[in-house]
């Protein structure tokens, strides 16, 4: 794993920013310019942090953390909490408005149980002018 430097930027406030600019939807650039890093040293930080999460799922034993990675997995962390509630925010938003209105309820009804809420699509296919549809299918022999 490679080690970045500069790693005494990820300070609690850092954390603190990025996430709070996260949970009202910002984007990683945005969240990082609020934190006052630049948004490689973000994403860095980010993707050692999965590596080290991915690899501790792998591992048998409990990984020995030293201080800069464990600020890492909080950040990760934090991160997909501040992600979680901002969808949670919205869904509260999307949700209240579907209880005024049938049209957007019955929408989210065919998104989220398109199997019980989509009325089954009938179509006909017919040749020019509705005439006979001619239809060719030509079988090749695989030893070809």
């Known amino acids: 794993m490679s080690k970045l430097g500069r790693r005494w930027r990820l300070t609690d ?3 603190d920013k990025v996430c709070e600019a996260r949970e009202i939807g910002a984007t990683y650039d945005i969240a990082a310019l609020y934190a006052g890093v630049s948004s490689a040293s973000l994403m860095g930080w980010l993707k050692e942090g999965r590596e080290l999460a991915e ?3 792998k591992s048998e034993t409990v990984p020995d953390y030293d201080e800069d990675e464990l600020r890492i997995l ?3 962390t934090r991160i997909e909490k501040a992600d979680a509630r901002e969808a949670i925010n919205l869904l509260q938003v999307v949700d ?3 209880q005024s209105d049938p049209a957007w309820a019955w ?3 065919q ?3 398109p199997k019980d809420f989509i009325p089954p699509i009938r ?3 017919t040749g020019a002018d509705g005439g006979d549809l001619i239809i ?3 079988v090749k022999d695989s030893a070809e």
Request: glycine share 0%; charged share 25%.
């Open 55 to 57: 690899q501790a799922q």
């Open 111 to 113: 998104q989220r149980y």
């Open 123 to 125: 179509q006909e296919v």
């Open 96 to 98: 209240k408005a579907a």
């Open 107 to 109: 929408k989210i009804l």
């Open 136 to 138: 060719t299918v030509k």
């Open 13 to 15: 406030t850092v954390i």
């Open 74 to 76: 909080e950040l990760l």
